[in-house]
C-alpha cells in the first residue's frame, strides 16, 4: 500500500483545495491502474495553529517540539506518509507563513524524531526519507511566485532526503504552477475550468500529471527496496522506507 498525504497550505477553502483535490484523486487512479493500493489523505492548515521555530534544540533530544500547537499532528503524518503532495498559493512571491514554519520545524526537528522513531537503530544522522514530495502553487497573477515557491519545496524534499517529482512537460518543468488570470475569488479555477480557460486546463492536467508520477515513483521505490532488501538493511539511511514496507506488509 502506498499512502500519501495532500497538505493544503491555503488558510481559506478555495483554489489551492480545489487543485488538491483534483490530485488526491489523480493520485487514486495510480492505483487502479497499477495494481496497487493507495490510500489519500487530505490535510489543510485552515483554521490550524502552527508557529514558528524558536531554535531551542529540545526536539534534538526529546523527538518532539516544544511548542504545543498543531504542528505534531501534521509531522506525524508526514512520517508515516510515501508520498506529500503540497498544494500552495503565493503569498508575497513565497509559500504562507504557516506552512514555512512547518518546514523549518519539521526539517530541525528530523534528527530527534527518527531516534524516537527508530530506538534501536544507532544512529549518527538523520535516515534518508525516501519519500516522494510534489508541489502545485497557484497565485493571482502570473509570474508572481509560483516558480520561487516550487524552489523551496524542491529544495525541501532534498533536505528530508526525499526525491521531488514533477509531471510531464511541456506543461510541467518543476512542478505544477499556475494563475487565476487576475480573479480573486475562491472558485476561480474551477469556474474557469467550466468555461474552458485554456491556461486554467494546463494547471488542472500538471496537477494531476504530477500527483500521479509522485505515486507511480513511491510505487516503483518500493518495488525496488523489495528486491534489494538485503542491500539496505545494511545501510541504516534507508531506514524509513524500510520501515514503512514492513509496516505495510499484508496490506
Not at 525496488?224 to 542491500?231: M, S, T
Request: glycine fraction near 8%; charged fraction near 25%.
Amino acid at each position: 500500500m502506498i499512502k500519501v498525504l495532500g497538505i493544503c497550505a491555503s488558510p481559506r477553502n478555495g483554489n489551492s483545495k480545489y487543485l488538491l483535490e483534483e490530485a488526491l484523486s489523480s493520485a487514486k487512479q495510480v492505483g487502479q491502474d497499477w495494481g496497487c493500493k493507495v490510500e489519500t489523505e487530505y490535510y489543510s492548515i485552515r483554521g490550524k495553529k502552527i508557529g514558528g521555530c524558536i531554535a531551542c534544540d529540545y526536539c534534538q533530544t526529546k523527538g518532539v517540539c516544544v511548542l504545543k500547537d498543531d504542528f505534531e499532528e501534521l509531522a506525524e503524518k508526514f512520517m508515516e506518509a510515501d508520498v506529500v503532495i503540497y498544494s500552495i498559493p503565493v503569498y508575497h512571491m513565497g509559500m504562507p507563513a504557516q506552512l514555512k514554519a512547518f518546514i523549518d520545524r519539521l526539517g530541525n526537528s528530523m534528527y530527534g524524531r527518527c531516534k524516537r522513531y527508530y530506538p534501536n537503530v544507532q544512529l549518527k544522522f538523520a535516515p534518508r526519507g525516501m519519500r516522494t514530495i510534489a508541489c502545485i502553487t497557484q497565485g493571482l497573477h502570473a509570474f508572481s511566485g509560483q516558480e520561487h515557491t516550487m524552489t523551496q519545496i524542491m529544495n525541501h524534499a532534498m533536505l528530508m532526503g526525499s526525491l521531488y517529482i514533477t509531471g510531464d512537460k511541456w506543461q510541467s518543468y518543476i512542478g505544477a504552477g499556475g494563475w487565476t488570470s487576475n480573479d480573486a475569488s475562491r472558485d476561480a479555477l474551477e469556474k474557469q475550468m467550466r468555461e474552458g480557460l485554456y491556461d486554467a486546463e494546463i494547471l488542472l492536467n500538471c496537477t494531476r500529471t504530477t500527483a500521479r508520477r509522485a505515486v507511480e515513483t513511491a510505487i516503483i521505490l518500493h518495488n525496488g527496496a523489495k528486491a534489494c532488501l538485503k542491500n539496505m538493511e545494511r545501510e541504516i539511511v534507508y531506514t524509513p522506507l524500510l520501515e514503512r514496507i514492513k509496516a505495510r506488509k499484508g496490506e
